[in-house]
């Protein structure tokens, strides 16, 4: 097995809605930074893959569009997941490993602003015939969870308050943040969207592109900067059904958690730094808890709640996570990616300044 | 490739319309049958990766999520890939890396479609501003490509009809598939009601409900398997933009590419005599001659004419589709990865009555979109090396 | 145990709406329509001209250059012939869809060929749009109602 590191993220900034641009003239720049920085031009990339989501886009086959900003004339080798695209980053680690490719670009378009309004869509991830005809709004499955841990006293309406102003404050500082800064202290007093979630414990939704370069053994060792080197990752599922699970805690993240500690030789809980995909404020106390990562410094990009471009939010912890290696802030960073209702589906990305 | 892999389990739904079950219901008749052939249980996989053509189509988002229970993945890392029709191709190869990675030992790749769940018509008509009002359909898409096909290659019209008898028949000899007909002729399909000229009718793809299901692995658990392995010789993946101003859409540089990859990786150099049968990716009868040039299998403009000498039907010396093929069903999400399942189950010898004499080398060949995703598998009944 | 009757279908209506956004490169083409003009634009790398053009050119990735109106004459590269009713069509049947190889350009424009007999369509038949009213033009492909012939074709369809 080859070694697998990222050398190069790009973002562009997160935006509410960007109504001028599409796909391809949203990604040709991040990738053309993301190439650039990292010293390699298309022409060397031995692998694409993307994530995105046609019920994002509202069109079947949508991502096709983005293929136009990567160049696949002459034709390229390429793969898709109709995922956020931390799972095309995990598409991507796992081909480098073992095959004669060398290079890979990973890449977002994500652009939750297209969608009129959340709750005709999001419910249609849910069961067809048991829960979707139901069609619980947005927020009300992760409002479920939220007030399960402050029931179980696992958090409150203060911690997630925190939270929120914690990783604003941070996220002020992050060109590509849609929201940052500090808050004026009166959030607690907005109405609940989801009791006990207000509209401040939400990320916002947003549109923004990402590009990570992945590249393995030689080439990864360039003189242009300091590598992240992938040491372990691994996702895990769990069942579909909210009453079946217990929402306060994550037996998902665990699995994921301990499987890529096993393959990096370190853990969660020895990590300077993790990017979490927390959606909602409460989400961050349950992953904490999950991962153990009690002294860590959690989202220093601001996380989700500063910006959310759906679909390219967990590859952006990613990219965030290796940034603070890249530029020497971190030794080891940990990185999570979720998807579907009150995190069913958890992928950890473990990363470190030095190859296995 | 660094240690062989293989295809150790296959299983398949019906297909149908399949109105008596529900999508989860559907996809585990494949899961279920695929963990039965491999004599395997759900203990014994390691990863998932699911294969689906757009969720518009029915109308479930992210089908990963809600059908992690009916696929055994509680607790197991998930994949959903989507490139288009060719996605069982890609969903296929990726769970082959992750067992070359060492990620895995054995890999469920499950694929369904459930079209009757939902409405094509809401799911393709965009309300934007270009082509909107063509109103032409997948077949209005493809229609004009066959045409500048029979035109380069001066084909006779009757070619089209006697792949879509040799498919439909061939599909009378396999239990799962939707359209099967032992007695078409080709004047039946000459007469039957033309569609999109030149496709008519009986020259076109059902749209079915069906799931299909491998499970990959190392050569380890290949060896123990209790039924013969499909061993996994070659396979690529390429995409070309739709966009680019001069692509050739009859006979697309991607596909081209990825055969020949796959041919390399499997020292295969004269693939239409060293491939004993061939699983093509066939929507509409024309485009069995395409992708037999389109792959490599014929020299450019000659795939009909393999087609009129018969060498392409069920006794003749390159089988095509002995399963019947897209022709014969066409739940579209599985469609890709049925094409490398048949080619593998031909080359285990365990194809039923569609099963190819002798058959040691199988390709397995999915293209989606509109032709820009191409995918494309060489399997064989020994280890490769 | 006697299972009930099973249930084989069920409504779960969805409904979703979303905002299109065209581009830069497509709106220069969508304005063009709207003013009757085709608009072209030429990668400068490999020369290739688009109607429609991207903002860059899909192969090279460098941005395509000014727009420039083209005739709108072109001839039909490839067609199939609709022959049958299907929900939400807009024409009657039949009717001929072609991609149309607009003089000028090196990409191909799907759009419908009418005032001709579909039987008489044939490949490299020469067409010239036909715009719709100034009251009815859009920013849409909807602008041009159809192609139509340049002159009578001879000889009948030859593939």
């Known amino acids: ?356 | 490739m660094s240690e062989p892999l293989a295809v150790i389990g296959i299983g398949q739904s019906v297909q149908a319309k399949r109105r008596e079950v529900t999508i989860g219901a559907l996809v585990r008749e494949a899961v279920d049958a695929a963990l039965a052939d491999a004599e395997l249980g759900f203990a014994d996989i390691d990863a998932v990766v699911l294969s689906k053509t757009p969720d518009l189509f029915d109308g479930v988002m992210n089908p990963e999520l809600y059908l992690a229970d009916a696929m055994g993945a509680v607790g197991l890392p998930v994949t959903r890939v989507f490139t288009g029709g060719s996605v069982g191709g890609h969903a296929a190869i990726f769970g082959a890396h992750l067992v070359a990675a060492g990620l895995a030992r054995r890999v469920l790749v499950v694929a369904y479609s459930k079209e009757s769940e939902g409405n094509f018509t809401w799911a393709l008509s965009r309300g934007l501003p270009f082509s909107s009002h063509l109103g032409a359909g997948a077949g209005g898409h493809f229609a004009p490509v066959i045409r500048e096909y029979i035109r380069r290659a001066r084909a006779p019209e009757h070619i089209g009809w006697k792949v879509a008898v040799n498919h439909r028949r061939n599909a009378a000899r396999n239990p799962y598939a939707h359209l099967r007909d032992a007695d078409l002729t080709v004047e039946q399909v000459r007469d039957s009601r033309m569609l999109w000229d030149p496709i008519r009718y009986l020259e076109s793809c059902p749209s079915s409900d069906g799931s299909c299901a491998i499970v990959v692995s190392g050569a380890a658990a290949a060896r123990r398997a209790p039924r013969p392995p499909a061993w996994i010789h070659g396979m690529a993946f390429r995409t070309e933009t739709g966009h680019a101003a001069g692509r050739d859409e009859v006979n697309p540089l991607a596909g081209r590419e990825c055969a020949a990859d796959a041919y390399r990786q499997a020292g295969i150099t004269d693939p239409a005599r060293e491939i004993d049968v061939a699983e093509l990716y066939v929507p509409y009868s024309w485009y069995e001659p395409m992708w037999l040039e389109n792959t490599g299998l014929a020299a450019e403009h000659d795939g009909w004419r393999l087609v009129d000498a018969d060498r392409t039907a069920f006794g003749g010396d390159l089988p095509v589709n002995p399963s019947g093929g897209v022709l014969a069903g066409n739940p579209t999400g599985a469609t890709g990865l049925l094409r490398f399942a048949e080619a593998a189950l031909q080359v285990r010898g365990l194809a039923g009555e569609h099963q190819v004499p002798g058959a040691r080398r199988a390709a397995g060949h999915a293209m989606g979109g509109a032709s820009q995703f191409h995918a494309f598998w060489v399997v064989g009944s020994e280890v490769p090396g | 145990m006697t299972l009930p009757e099973p249930v084989e279908t069920m409504a779960s209506p969805l409904r979703m709406e979303y905002t299109f956004v065209a581009g830069t490169g497509r709106s220069v083409f969508l304005r063009g329509l709207a003013r009757r003009q085709l608009l072209a634009r030429r990668c400068p790398g490999c020369r290739m001209v688009y109607a429609p053009a991207p903002a860059f050119c899909s192969g090279c990735l460098l941005p395509t250059g000014p727009p420039f109106a083209l005739s709108g004459r072109g001839e039909v590269a490839t067609f199939c012939v609709v022959n049958f009713p299907f929900p939400g069509q807009v024409h009657q049947p039949p009717y001929v869809v072609a991609h149309i190889r607009l003089d000028g350009a090196d990409t191909r424009l799907q759009h419908l060929v009418r005032e001709i007999a579909p039987e008489l369509v044939r490949i490299g038949l020469p067409v010239e749009p036909v715009w719709v009213d100034d009251a009815e033009l859009d920013t849409s492909t909807t602008s041009i109602r159809w192609f139509r012939p340049i002159r009578e074709p001879i000889g009948p369809a030859d593939a």
Not at chain 1, 21 to 49: K, N, Q, W, Y
Not at chain 1, 129 to 143: E, I, K, V
Not at chain 1, 172 to 190: F, H, I, M, S, Y
Not at chain 1, 264 to 278: K, M, P
């Open chain 1, 1 to 356: 097995m080859r070694e697998v590191a990222v050398v190069s993220f790009a973002q562009s900034p997160c935006v509410p809605a960007d109504r001028e641009h599409d796909m391809a003239e949203i990604l040709l720049p991040v990738l053309r930074r993301a190439l650039d920085s990292c010293g390699l031009t298309r022409d060397e990339i031995g692998f694409v893959a993307s994530g995105s989501h046609d019920f994002y886009e509202g069109r079947t086959f949508s991502s096709i569009e983005s293929l136009d900003a990567v160049g696949a004339w002459p034709p390229i080798r390429q793969s898709h997941v109709e995922m956020d695209a931390a799972w095309a980053f995990a598409e991507a680690w796992t081909w480098l490993q073992t095959s004669k490719i060398k290079t890979s670009v990973v890449y977002a378009v994500g652009r939750s602003s297209l969608v009129s309004d959340l709750d005709q869509v999001l419910p249609a991830q849910l069961d067809p015939y048991l829960l979707a005809p139901l069609r619980p709004h947005r927020h009300a499955l992760a409002g479920l969870q939220a007030a399960a841990m402050v029931d179980a006293g696992l958090t409150s309406e203060r911690q997630m308050a925190e939270v929120v102003s914690r990783c604003l404050a941070t996220a002020a500082a992050n060109p590509n943040a849609l929201r940052g800064g500090v808050r004026t202290g009166k959030e607690n007093d907005a109405p609940f969207v989801a009791s006990p979630l207000r509209a401040h414990d939400v990320a916002p939704p947003g549109d923004a592109a990402a590009v990570i370069v992945l590249a393995a053994g030689d080439a990864a060792r360039r003189p242009t900067g300091r590598p992240a080197w992938v040491r372990g990752l691994d996702h895990r599922m769990e069942t579909h059904y909210p009453g079946a699970r217990d929402l306060t805690r994550s037996i998902s993240v665990g699995l994921a958690a301990a499987r890529a500690a096993e393959q990096a030789g370190f853990g969660a809980a020895d990590v300077d730094v993790a990017e979490l995909h927390t959606e909602y404020s409460h989400q961050e106390p349950l992953l904490v808890a999950a991962l153990g990562l009690e002294k860590t410094v959690i989202n220093p990009s601001g996380g989700p709640l500063a910006g959310h471009p759906a679909t390219a939010t967990g590859l952006i912890r990613i990219g965030e996570a290796a940034r603070q290696i890249m530029d020497g802030t971190a030794e080891r960073a940990l990185a999570h990616a979720t998807n579907g209702p009150a995190l069913q589906h958890n992928l950890i990305c473990l990363m470190a300044g030095e190859p296995r």
